[in-house]
């Protein structure tokens, strides 16, 4: 291990990256596979189901299921987009067009940098977060960085320079700049919470989880369950963020055609997804640190205690996994989430979108972070806490 | 390294502060406006001052240009010809921006913002600790908040009163 802190640190950089694009853009690819599979399951057919290299179909049990599981289809597409004509319309402006499906991978390459995935226990008892940027506004850095996808649909919508993108990229703009508002109100109260007056105050999502592992009541409870109308707000307005259903507004398909990428095909086309999809796993990480106690296994039992009972104290690379293991459900629970409620609620209208944002969701978590700021102060004056 | 970093980006900010003005494509500028915001950011990053990089990101190149780039698209602005400049108004604006030029020179050389590395504080605190922020925003820098505050109150104010349509209140019109 001592040899990678030895490299440059350019270097070590580089790693990282490569490291999270290696991890992101295949998480990316599953969950594409993953949305129709679970369609398929959602709505009683087979779904993707028969592609499979001839080398695999001669494995006798293993293969035949991996091919009605649909897990070649990742291969097959990935393959066929990379490959197939790479359409540039004629009358794109084709600086923009081309840059919109790269503006849209920084940031959503990016803010993995910010989102504790894991943690171990170090020799002297202390639990270590694994993360790649440790900074101490890591929600910040998230919420800024995840801001700057919009761009992407914008530029797309903008230089597509036909009718359908164009509306596409209007909505998308006026859509996540509401939802943001919300957003941002509704984690207020989480950090209210686990920032003590006369304590250095830290936006730090590792230190949420910390928070949700201590021993009691009220320390191993998840924020969920201390704040669901936080949680509920939170999570609608990842929906909303993300362009998932009901609020998929820029590319809605019954109206739009496709939307702001209504002029795109093939690979440019495919990393618009990426984007998106990676957005959600970032997203979903994000809740489950904040709502679902990161890599703690289950409410009021933290990590420590089930590495005690496992008797895994001593080896801190057993315990890291398993954390990492039981964050990924987590994140993987939720992304399934996010593809139940796609077949579950019907598309809103955009004027819907627009009430909800502003006229329901935002008073709501004024509202909300009113109420706790009073909990909070009440707590505080009768010496609670 | 981080001197040549500086030095790229500062150019970078500059640039692109500068296309912002000249481009004709409102588009164009607007984007320009947010390659500037984000050269800033990496500006103030390299200052250690990650929080203020961060609040400037989200605020304005998350929000704010995205805003503009909103508005630019609904109302589908084109580039379109305006007037040349009078003769009048071109003697006037180099006077005003030569008395700004003035006026920045001799604050940065005289006023207690001179600062060097010697005289900052040693602890980075305001790099991250939003606590020494709150305190200082609603200590020693309340009244400025308080004053830019209500300006765009003000502000907001005058833009509903020219933007909307008041019914039976002709003289506003």
């Known amino acids: 291990m001592d040899f990678f802190f030895e490299l440059p640190l350019w270097v070590q950089a ?37 592609a499979i290299p001839p080398w695999f ?17 990742l291969l097959a597409d990935g393959g066929k987009l990379l490959f197939k004509e790479d359409p540039l319309p004629g009358h794109v402006n084709k600086f923009y067009f081309v840059m919109a499906p790269l503006v849209a991978m920084i940031p959503a390459l990016s803010t993995v940098a910010f989102v504790p995935f894991g943690a171990y226990v170090s020799e002297a008892k ?25 761009y992407s649909l914008i530029l797309a919508g903008w230089a597509s320079n036909s009718k359908y993108p164009f509306l596409g990229g209007v909505r998308a703009s006026a859509q996540l700049i509401s939802y943001e508002l919300s957003m941002t ?4 109260p989480v950090f209210l919470w686990i920032n003590a007056p006369g304590q250095s105050g830290s936006l730090s999502l590792a230190r949420v989880v910390e928070y949700q592992s201590q021993p009691g009541f009220l320390g191993g409870m998840w924020f969920v369950f201390l704040m669901p109308v936080s949680a509920f707000i939170f999570l609608v307005a990842l929906f909303a963020e993300t362009n998932r259903q009901p609020f998929d507004m ?13 002029e795109y095909g093939s690979f440019k086309w495919s990393l618009f997804f990426v984007a998106e999809y990676s957005h959600m796993t970032v997203g979903s990480a994000v809740f489950a640190l904040l709502f679902l106690g990161g890599w703690n296994p289950l409410p009021w039992v933290s990590l420590q205690t089930l590495g005690g009972w496992l008797h895994l104290t001593g080896h801190p690379v057993v315990l890291g996994i398993l954390s990492v293991l039981i964050f990924i459900g987590k994140v993987l ?4 989430f996010f593809m139940w409620v796609r077949w579950t609620l019907p598309r809103f209208r955009y004027d819907q979108v627009m009430r909800i944002g502003w006229k329901q969701l935002l008073p709501l978590s004024i509202l909300n972070l009113i109420v706790y700021t009073c909990i909070i102060g009440g707590m505080e004056y009768f010496g609670h806490r | 390294m981080s001197n040549s970093l500086f030095y790229f980006f500062a150019a ?35 200052l250690d001052a990650y929080l203020l990089a961060f609040m400037l990101i989200l605020v304005y190149a998350g929000a704010v240009v995205a805003l503009f780039l909103f508005i630019i698209m609904l109302l589908d602005m084109q580039g379109g010809t305006r007037k040349p400049f009078t003769k009048a108004s071109m003697v ?15 604050f940065a050389k005289h006023s207690e913002f001179a600062a060097t590395a010697a005289t900052l504080p040693a602890d980075s605190s305001f790099s991250t600790d939003l606590k020494v922020y709150g305190a200082s925003l609603f200590t020693t820098y309340l009244l400025p908040v308080q004053v830019i505050g209500f300006l765009l109150l003000i502000a907001m104010l005058g833009v509903i009163v020219l933007s909307k349509r008041f019914d039976g209140a002709e003289d506003i019109q």
Request: with cysteine; hydrophobic share 60%; glycine share 10%.
């Open chain 1, 185 to 188: 109100l509704s984690v207020l």
């Open chain 1, 126 to 150: 202390q639990v270590v977060p694994l993360i790649l940027a440790n900074v101490d506004v890591g929600l910040l850095g998230v919420f800024a960085l995840a801001s700057l996808g919009v």
């Open chain 2, 92 to 106: 006037a604006s180099a006077i005003a921006g030569a008395l700004l030029l003035v006026g920045v020179g001799v």
């Open chain 1, 14 to 50: 580089a790693l990282k990256g490569l490291a999270v694009i290696a991890v992101i853009f295949p998480i990316a690819g599953a969950c594409s596979m993953a949305e129709r599979k679970v369609s398929a399951w959602i709505q009683d057919r087979p779904g993707p189901s028969r």
């Open chain 1, 250 to 262: 820029p590319e809605s398909e019954a109206d739009l055609v496709g939307g702001f990428h209504t």
């Open chain 2, 12 to 46: 970078l900010t500059l640039l692109s502060a500068g296309a912002v003005v000249f481009l004709r494509n409102a588009v164009a500028a607007a984007l320009s406006f947010f390659v500037s915001l984000c050269c800033t950011g990496v500006l103030f990053v390299m």
């Open chain 1, 333 to 336: 629970a939720s992304i399934f």
């Open chain 1, 57 to 73: 179909a001669i494995i006798p049990i293993i293969g035949p299921f991996l091919q009605r599981l649909g897990a070649f289809h």
